[in-house]
């Protein structure tokens, strides 16, 4: 048989079984689109802040070095002198040079008192208007703030907050409140992601945001023509003198690309990782449909042997429609990525992320990696099914369609899966006994692997006996049919296993991530009941501004009160008795803070540590520098003084709140720390008088009502707090897993669908002896619901077995109980067994359509 042939053959075949194989298209179509569709979602996020980025920077940007990307931890941004913008402006090369002043420690309410910033994490930026704001923006309405009662903000945040002209705003910076009424409104030329902007005048923003005149945050230069932004930073750096950085502007666009490209590389990689699992699960859908339609079609192979065809031309053919089913999934899955792309981008926009479609890129390499992945996998799942047809016999020609499998390569097959299950069990448990974290995720990580391919080798052996008994506990009652449906489903016990495995993969991950989630939640419950002693926790965004503090200590005076805690964390550089330098944050706080949070010591009393040029240490960091108590510690306050601070305890490290900390008075800190350089309280406690926890939470609450991103929690409410986070992240991976899910539940179908096609006669048998359409749908949903409940049993065993292991090694970071979530994991139980009826409506329904005379005369 000519190669012409072979590929003749292929296309007949393949447009022939069309119907046949359109679920696995979709499901290399789905995966495909998750993937171009990550792919082209993270690029168009790149390419907008990009264009933002390159916007708003100048040609050169003259900065403090100490600024940070993410502010200052005082609470005011970091500044340079007045005096150093007229150096500037008389560099050569320079056209233009003028002072910007910008804070993102700030907070904005209207007349409401809701804040005015973005709920998805972008920030609050205010800051003066200037000549390089036109490069980004344009003044839609009204004009430039013009004095202290006067700010402008921009559009997009005026929309969505539905301010307008003449509306009353309230800053709360380190500095204190200030009010200013809405004079204008700028526009943004590029896309802005979510930020909220508002514009003061330069004086009061250097008056309000940074507290002092004649300073700016940055001094935005211009280049005259025909000179470069390099030749410009060059002349400009050598007419200044100090501690600062000098940017071009690609420089400071690829320093703001940089701090956002690390946050899109874990939104990129953990989404393609979902859809690396949805690929995986279609692999299965793939094998089965071709391991089916090899079966089916046995006689006709047989007749192709038997006329010449080799076994190279059989495999060949296979893999040739498994080519076309790869290219065609693929192609639409590009497309089909471009939209759900954009689908992201307006959930991101209803969500509060503006992303516009103008910004939509589509990168070259997108479509290759989609195409080339979706080829390559179903050319991949397809082999093993084409070595099968390839070693059909021509004597199979006499025989009927879909011969017994090969009992010697099941036997083996079966070895090889418990071998590997026992090796990934001994590694599960191997894992469970590391002293350190870092250890036992490398045995958990080969446990995981092993596990699971082994449950997928040794699938066909487990389904013989899991499904009967699934089968006695749920199939009997429905009599001959359900003896029926449970013969089915043992009939084929390989294709049972690769249609359940499937399933397995996505809940097993389900169950895995269910127990770890419950498991932080329920040790960070147990640990906050027995470390936490204050009653109320209170935090702010990006820490508490200075008069929330004072607030929250004058409520700590109405006498429902015992006392309230302040918490501030000073960067440090450490210097052992032998020599070692380490870069250190200190916990520098009020001595009730011993009663707050309750710590152990493995030696010394921790209320020592609050003493007068006192210090603790944890006692991983004890033992790494051989410290004990009584030793000194060189202390470098960053932008401080030199301290030499005695080790008055050592704290035990086996706890998850705080754990490596080191502690200082907030006195001691302040002795040798300007007080302009103490940071902002990064937290608060307090503890209620006898009794009086209601009136004291009230107190604490009304204390600080006019600032909406400080909240006083109690421990329920901080517990509950926890559980939210925890909750929230899990419903994220749960939704990326739908995808898997999907795609097992198409695989579920597709072998019920592709069943009632191979049992065509013995349907139309059955049903000519008297079985009723009734019967004959109620046993392929059964059989559907024995399939799902054995992927759902596999899995869920499989995956709380994973997080229970995961567990023992959040044990050793302070996570120590476990807790399996019964209700999560009966939930998804019982909704496989849905999934299963869900799955087998439609080859249920065809079945029941059958006309029992044609039938019957089907070969």
Same mark, same amino acid.
């Given at each position: 048989?000519?190669?012409?042939?072979?590929?003749?053959?292929?296309?007949?075949?393949?447009?022939?079984?069309?119907?046949?194989?359109?679920?696995?298209?979709?499901?290399?179509?789905?995966?495909?689109?998750?993937?171009?569709?990550?792919?082209?979602?993270?690029?168009?996020?790149?390419?907008?802040?990009?264009?933002?980025?390159?916007?708003?920077?100048?040609?050169?940007?003259?900065?403090?070095?100490?600024?940070?990307?993410?502010?200052?931890?005082?609470?005011?941004?970091?500044?340079?002198?007045?005096?150093?913008?007229?150096?500037?402006?008389?560099?050569?090369?320079?056209?233009?040079?003028?002072?910007?002043?910008?804070?993102?420690?700030?907070? @904005?309410?209207?007349?409401?008192?809701?804040?005015?910033?973005?709920?998805?994490?972008?920030?609050?930026?205010?800051?003066?208007?200037?000549?390089?704001?036109?490069?980004?923006?344009?003044?839609?309405?009204?004009?430039?703030?013009?004095?202290?009662?006067?700010?402008?903000?921009?559009?997009?945040?005026?929309?969505?907050?539905?301010?307008?002209?003449?509306?009353?705003?309230?800053?709360?910076?380190?500095?204190?409140?200030?009010?200013?009424?809405?004079?204008?409104?700028?526009?943004?030329?590029?896309?802005?992601?979510?930020?909220?902007?508002?514009?003061?005048?330069?004086?009061?923003?250097?008056?309000?945001?940074?507290?002092?005149?004649?300073?700016?945050?940055?001094?935005?230069?211009?280049?005259?023509?025909?000179?470069?932004?390099?030749?410009?930073?060059?002349?400009?750096?050598?007419?200044?003198?100090?501690?600062?950085?000098?940017?071009?502007?690609?420089?400071?666009?690829?320093?703001?690309?940089?701090?956002?490209?690390?946050?899109?590389?874990?939104?990129?990689?953990?989404?393609?990782?979902?859809?690396?699992?949805?690929?995986?699960?279609?692999?299965?859908?793939?094998?089965?449909?071709?391991?089916?339609? @090899?079966?089916?079609?046995?006689?006709?192979?047989?007749?192709?042997?038997?006329?010449?065809?080799?076994?190279?031309?059989?495999?060949?053919?296979?893999?040739?429609?498994?080519?076309?089913?790869?290219?065609?999934?693929?192609?639409?899955?590009?497309?089909?990525?471009?939209?759900?792309?954009?689908?992201?981008?307006?959930?991101?926009?209803?969500?509060?992320?503006?992303?516009?479609?103008?910004?939509?890129?589509?990168?070259?390499?997108?479509? @290759?990696?989609?195409?080339?992945?979706?080829?390559?996998?179903?050319?991949?799942?397809?082999?093993?099914?084409?070595?099968?047809?390839?070693?059909?016999?021509?004597?199979?020609?006499?025989?009927?369609?879909?011969?017994?499998?090969?009992?010697?390569?099941?036997?083996?097959?079966?070895?090889?899966?418990?071998?590997?299950?026992?090796?990934?069990?001994?590694?599960?448990?191997?894992?469970?006994?590391?002293?350190?974290?870092?250890?036992?995720?490398?045995?958990?990580?080969?446990?995981?692997?092993?596990?699971?391919?082994?449950?997928?080798?040794?699938?066909?052996?487990?389904?013989?006996?899991?499904?009967?008994?699934?089968?006695?506990?749920?199939?009997?009652?429905?009599?001959?049919?359900?003896?029926?449906?449970?013969?089915?489903?043992?009939?084929?016990?390989?294709?049972?296993?690769?249609?359940?495995?499937?399933?397995?993969?996505?809940?097993?991950?389900?169950?895995?991530?269910?127990?770890?989630?419950?498991?932080?939640?329920?040790?960070?419950?147990?640990?906050?009941?027995?470390?936490?002693?204050?009653?109320?926790?209170?935090?702010?965004?990006?820490?508490?501004?200075?008069?929330?503090?004072?607030?929250?200590?004058?409520?700590?005076?109405?006498?429902?009160?015992?006392?309230?805690?302040?918490?501030?964390?000073?960067?440090?550089?450490?210097?052992?008795?032998?020599?070692?330098?380490?870069?250190?944050?200190?916990?520098?706080?009020?001595?009730?803070?011993?009663?707050?949070?309750?710590?152990?010591?493995?030696?010394?009393?921790?209320?020592?540590?609050?003493?007068?040029?006192?210090?603790?240490?944890?006692?991983?960091?004890?033992?790494?520098?051989?410290?004990?108590?009584?030793?000194?510690?060189?202390?470098?306050?960053?932008?401080?003084?030199?301290?030499?601070?005695?080790?008055?305890?050592?704290?035990?490290?086996?706890?998850?709140?705080?754990?490596?900390?080191? =502690?200082?008075?907030?006195?001691?800190?302040?002795?040798?720390?300007?007080?302009?350089?103490?940071?902002?309280?990064?937290?608060?406690?307090?503890?209620?008088?006898?009794?009086?926890?209601?009136?004291? =939470?009230?107190?604490?609450?009304?204390?600080?009502?006019?600032?909406?991103?400080?909240?006083?929690?109690?421990?329920?409410?901080?517990?509950?707090?926890?559980?939210?986070?925890?909750?929230?992240?899990?419903?994220?991976? =749960?939704?990326?897993?739908?995808?898997?899910?999907?795609?097992?539940?198409?695989?579920?179908?597709?072998?019920?669908?592709?069943?009632?096609?191979?049992?065509?006669?013995?349907?139309?048998?059955?049903?000519?002896?008297?079985?009723?359409?009734?019967?004959?749908?109620?046993?392929?949903?059964?059989?559907?619901?024995?399939?799902?409940?054995?992927?759902?049993?596999?899995?869920?065993?499989?995956?709380?077995?994973?997080?229970?292991?995961?567990?023992?090694?959040?044990?050793?970071?302070?996570?120590?109980?476990?807790?399996?979530?019964?209700?999560?994991?009966?939930?998804?139980?019982?909704?496989?067994?849905?999934?299963?009826?869900?799955?087998?409506?439609?080859?249920?329904?065809?079945?029941?359509?059958?006309?029992?005379?044609?039938?019957?005369?089907?070969?």
């Amino acid at each position: 048989m000519s190669a012409n042939t072979v590929m003749k053959t292929s296309l007949r075949n393949f447009f022939a079984h069309k119907g046949r194989m359109a679920l696995s298209a979709v499901a290399v179509l789905l995966s495909v689109a998750f993937v171009c569709g990550t792919l082209v979602f993270t690029d168009t996020m790149d390419t907008t802040f990009d264009k933002l980025f390159a916007a708003t920077s100048s040609d050169v940007t003259v900065s403090p070095k100490a600024a940070k990307s993410d502010g200052s931890d005082t609470g005011r941004p970091e500044s340079l002198p007045a005096s150093a913008l007229t150096q500037v402006e008389r560099a050569d090369g320079v056209k233009s040079a003028e002072g910007a002043v910008s804070s993102m420690n700030v907070t @904005v309410v209207n007349a409401d008192n809701k804040n005015m910033g973005s709920e998805n994490g972008a920030p609050t930026i205010a800051g003066n208007w200037t000549h390089n704001d036109l490069r980004s923006m344009d003044i839609t309405s009204g004009h430039a703030p013009r004095g202290p009662t006067e700010v402008m903000v921009d559009s997009d945040t005026a929309k969505k907050h539905h301010l307008k002209m003449g509306d009353e705003l309230r800053t709360i910076a380190a500095t204190g409140d200030f009010r200013a009424k809405i004079v204008g409104i700028a526009s943004f030329k590029v896309t802005n992601p979510g930020a909220a902007v508002v514009y003061f005048d330069t004086a009061t923003a250097q008056r309000e945001l940074i507290g002092r005149s004649g300073r700016f945050t940055q001094i935005n230069v211009a280049a005259a023509t025909g000179v470069s932004d390099s030749v410009l930073k060059k002349n400009v750096a050598a007419s200044l003198d100090g501690p600062y950085k000098f940017q071009t502007q690609k420089e400071a666009a690829d320093a703001n690309r940089k701090d956002v490209g690390e946050f899109m590389d874990v939104i990129k990689y953990a989404m393609l990782g979902f859809a690396g699992i949805a690929f995986l699960v279609g692999i299965f859908l793939i094998i089965n449909t071709f391991s089916m339609l @090899v079966a089916q079609r046995t006689r006709e192979i047989g007749l192709m042997r038997a006329i010449g065809s080799s076994r190279k031309q059989v495999n060949r053919s296979v893999l040739v429609e498994a080519l076309l089913l790869g290219v065609f999934g693929s192609v639409i899955g590009v497309g089909a990525g471009v939209g759900l792309a954009v689908g992201l981008m307006k959930m991101m926009s209803a969500a509060g992320m503006d992303l516009s479609t103008d910004d939509l890129t589509v990168q070259w390499t997108t479509p @290759v990696v989609g195409l080339l992945l979706g080829i390559v996998v179903t050319v991949f799942a397809a082999y093993v099914p084409a070595r099968r047809a390839g070693k059909v016999s021509p004597m199979a020609a006499l025989r009927d369609a879909g011969t017994p499998a090969d009992v010697k390569a099941g036997l083996v097959r079966a070895l090889i899966g418990l071998v590997l299950t026992g090796g990934g069990g001994f590694a599960l448990y191997t894992a469970t006994q590391a002293a350190e974290a870092s250890e036992g995720s490398l045995w958990l990580g080969v446990g995981i692997v092993a596990t699971l391919i082994g449950f997928v080798v040794v699938g066909p052996l487990l389904a013989g006996g899991v499904v009967r008994v699934i089968s006695a506990v749920l199939l009997r009652m429905f009599g001959s049919v359900g003896r029926m449906a449970e013969r089915n489903a043992l009939r084929n016990p390989r294709r049972t296993g690769a249609t359940g495995a499937a399933l397995m993969i996505g809940l097993a991950l389900v169950a895995c991530l269910s127990v770890v989630g419950s498991s932080m939640v329920a040790s960070a419950t147990s640990e906050l009941d027995r470390s936490v002693g204050a009653d109320f926790i209170i935090e702010g965004q990006n820490g508490l501004k200075p008069q929330a503090a004072e607030a929250l200590k004058k409520a700590g005076e109405s006498g429902y009160v015992s006392h309230v805690t302040e918490v501030k964390y000073v960067k440090t550089e450490l210097t052992t008795p032998g020599g070692t330098k380490e870069d250190e944050e200190l916990v520098a706080a009020t001595p009730t803070y011993a009663q707050d949070l309750r710590r152990e010591t493995t030696a010394g009393e921790l209320s020592a540590a609050y003493g007068k040029n006192a210090m603790s240490v944890g006692s991983e960091f004890a033992e790494k520098n051989h410290l004990k108590v009584g030793d000194t510690m060189n202390v470098a306050f960053e932008r401080g003084r030199t301290a030499d601070l005695k080790i008055a305890a050592i704290t035990s490290d086996d706890t998850t709140f705080d754990k490596g900390a080191m =502690y200082i008075n907030l006195t001691t800190a302040k002795q040798y720390l300007p007080a302009d350089r103490l940071p902002l309280n990064g937290m608060m406690f307090a503890k209620a008088d006898a009794g009086k926890a209601d009136q004291a =939470y009230k107190a604490l609450k009304s204390s600080v009502a006019s600032d909406p991103t400080v909240h006083v929690k109690d421990q329920t409410d901080y517990k509950q707090t926890l559980k939210d986070q925890i909750g929230q992240l899990l419903n994220m991976i =749960y939704g990326l897993l739908a995808l898997a899910i999907i795609v097992a539940v198409l695989g579920v179908v597709n072998t019920l669908a592709l069943s009632v096609v191979e049992r065509t006669r013995e349907i139309g048998l059955m049903r000519a002896i008297g079985l009723s359409r009734r019967q004959l749908r109620r046993m392929i949903r059964l059989e559907s619901v024995v399939i799902a409940l054995f992927g759902a049993l596999l899995g869920l065993g499989l995956g709380m077995g994973w997080g229970a292991t995961a567990q023992k090694l959040l044990a050793l970071e302070g996570l120590d109980v476990l807790e399996i979530p019964w209700p999560t994991i009966i939930g998804v139980f019982v909704g496989s067994a849905f999934v299963g009826l869900f799955a087998a409506l439609i080859p249920a329904f065809r079945a029941g359509r059958m006309n029992v005379l044609n039938a019957i005369a089907t070969e």
